[in-house]
């Protein structure tokens, strides 16, 4: 089993927390299973989150076609930095 671990700085947990709740079956149609969301306890600004996939490339293409987009509609976009985790 595959997992994507993803963190975010100077965001709001509860923002982060509903949009990913938001949008779990759009995560979810591509393969992306949100497990858990986590607050850094020694930086409440920083956000990690993990999802779990059984197909790591195309969980990979979606999240980098959806960062694609949101950063052609807003190049100031903050975009989590992304780490692809493999059992294999």
């Not at 938001?22 to 850094?40: C, I, P, Q, S, T």
Request: glycine share 4%; no cysteine.
């Amino acid at each position: 089993m595959a997992h994507v671990l993803a963190k975010l700085q100077g965001v709001k947990f509860e923002d982060v927390k509903s949009m990913l709740k938001a949008d779990m079956l759009k995560y979810a149609e591509h393969g992306l299973f949100l497990k858990h969301v986590w607050r850094n306890a020694d930086n409440s600004n920083e956000v990690l989150f993990i999802f779990q996939t059984n197909d790591l490339s195309s969980g990979r293409k979606y999240i980098e076609s959806i960062h694609a987009q949101a950063l052609k509609d807003n190049p100031s976009t903050q975009l989590p930095q992304m780490t692809f985790l493999n059992d294999k």
